[in-house]
């Protein structure tokens, strides 16, 4: 189950077949090996289908992988996880499974090709020069220090610059995700040693002012800057919001992925939250461990999130059509763009939290994906 062999189409050179071995090997099979390696972690809230909905599911899929295929593609068990959040009058099978989104979903929409080359954070005050986002302090581009407006600078002058600032966040600039290579260092509480240690860990970082948040999300957790996160996708000419949730810290952690102990929590149409949050694990919480009930938290400015996520996912619809965009909301109420993933958005939290990922569009979503993947369709030729 899910474990693909790259072969040769009848008469196909050799070439073009070790071409789409490396990018598959590439791309496409460290997606894969991640979410079989996810799926596992999730096993203590699986729950069996019915077969019933066993049936109903393989009805589903039966116009997009006929025949002994559905067996091939398809692991049952994220249908078994979901199944944990499953409402009256929804269908299990509108549910997506993370492994086939991952390694053929979101590999044709974002095609990682074109995404990998902009991941940069050092370039995101050219890509949102015109969106409120932290405070530059100073960027590390391949070992040169430069300024917020891009002027050369030693090191010393650097790390000067990082000690006239109470508090700043370093990051790693290029690939970095679910808040690993993040780094808080304080002027006064922290040694200077550690500041120099980070710079010299990674060619390519970022170093900005610390965001400090509005207090309706200092509610929910004070030592982390809880963002919303909305997912977008560019469909028929237009950009769709399919999900929107808070990423919220715990225990005191200063980071709110969920891949790093964090919770989500749904967000509704007005702002609200919703009353009920979970963890990667598919954990649920009706409050948050520090105390705060979900529901009584409405993020300010909550509709300029949704339109700087939209026209900033049109301004880079060239590159990827999914995107997932990270707003933190500053002490006066007004949003301020974080950061954006082009490729490997999550997934698995948006359907715990607001149901299946694609709603009514799931047909034509799915429709357009097996008529244009060329992954998808060179491993099903391959497999035919």
């Known amino acids: 189950m899910i474990d693909f062999d790259i072969k040769p189409y009848p008469g196909e050179d050799e070439i073009s077949v070790l071409k789409r071995k490396v990018y598959f090997i590439r791309e496409v099979k460290p997606r894969i090996d991640y979410q079989k390696k996810s799926i596992q972690e999730k096993s203590l809230n699986l729950v069996p289908l019915t077969s019933e909905e066993k049936q109903d599911i393989d ?6 992988l006929p025949g002994d295929l559905k067996e091939k593609f398809l692991d049952y068990r994220y249908y078994e996880f979901y199944k944990n959040v499953l409402k009256d009058g929804e269908r299990l099978c509108n549910y997506m499974p993370d492994l086939f989104y991952q390694a053929f979903i979101d590999e044709y929409f974002t095609n990682p090709q074109h995404t990998r080359p ?14 409120p986002r932290p405070k530059t302090i100073f960027r590390k581009i391949l070992n040169s220090y430069l300024d917020e407006d891009y002027r050369p600078i030693s090191m010393d002058r650097a790390i000067e610059m990082a000690c006239e600032t109470d508090e700043v966040i370093l990051k790693v600039a290029k690939f ?3 808040g690993a290579g993040v780094k808080f260092w304080k002027n006064g509480v922290n040694e200077k040693q550690e500041l120099i240690d980070f710079l010299n860990s990674s060619t390519n970082i970022v170093c900005q002012e610390v965001l400090k948040q509005h207090d309706e999300l200092n509610r929910l957790n004070s030592s982390s800057v809880n963002t919303v996160r909305v997912m977008t996708l560019l469909f028929d000419d237009q950009v769709h919001v399919l999900s929107s949730v808070l990423r919220m810290g715990i225990n005191g952690s200063r980071v709110d992925n969920a ?4 919770i989500v929590c749904g ?24 105390g705060t009930a979900f529901e009584s938290v409405r993020i300010p400015d909550f509709s300029k999130c ?27 109420g007004h949003p301020f763009l974080i950061e954006f993933n082009n490729s ?41």
């Open 259 to 262: 891949s790093s102990g964090g």
């Open 344 to 384: 490997r958005g999550q997934m698995d939290f948006h359907q715990l939290c607001n149901g299946p990922f694609f709603g009514k569009m799931t047909d034509k979503v799915l429709s357009e994906v097996f008529s244009k993947s060329f992954t998808l369709n060179s491993i099903i030729k391959s497999l035919q």
């Open 306 to 332: 949704l339109e700087y996520s939209t026209s900033l996912a049109e301004r880079l619809s060239s590159t990827s059509r999914l995107m997932s965009w990270d707003l933190a909301i500053g002490e006066s």
């Open 59 to 64: 009805s589903f899929w039966d116009k997009y």
């Open 118 to 131: 902009i991941d940069d954070k050092n370039l995101y005050d050219l890509y949102f020069h015109d969106v």
């Open 176 to 178: 970095s995700a679910g």
């Open 267 to 290: 967000i509704m149409p007005d702002g609200r939250l919703k009353n009920v949050a979970f963890d990667m694990l598919g954990n649920k919480f009706l409050k948050h461990p520090q």
